[in-house]
């Protein structure tokens, strides 16, 4: 003798697809953990603009609240730092020239191994062989990111 329930369905089929979902689950959550880093070209923005420049080329590992959890975190292998802070601890003064030479590319932090930040520098000078431009990015960018610092 079969058992059903109400509807006319067998235990087994009720199992299956019990079974579905949790597997359909089980993928969803492999691929969120399998999280990668794609390189495209960047889109050029306004050197006038470092909110603008932010968003574009920084917001996606530093976040868009600059606190270091933007979506492709997961992905990389140092954590990046948290923006808003970097006067506070630099003594309540901004480092804007170490800044300014992390962004163009001029200084790398050794203690983390390779550097998983873009050289922003080589970036804006491809976009328009035009180092006056470049410089400009990269000091509007720096300025942005002194803007945010917490208070």
Known sequence: MRHSNSQGKSP???????????????????YAQKTEIVTVQPRPTSPASGAEMFTAYCAVCHGKDAKGNGPATPALKVEPPNLTMLSKQNKGK????????????DSTVTAHGTREMPIWGQVFRD??????????RVRNLTKYIESLQAK
């Open 94 to 105: 901004f480092p804007e020239m170490s800044i300014y030479s992390m962004i163009n590319g």
């Open 127 to 136: 976009m328009g062989r035009d180092e006056a431009q470049a410089k400009l």
């Open 12 to 30: 087994a089929f009720l199992q299956g697809v019990l079974l579905a979902i949790v597997i359909a689950i089980g993928a969803v959550v492999l």
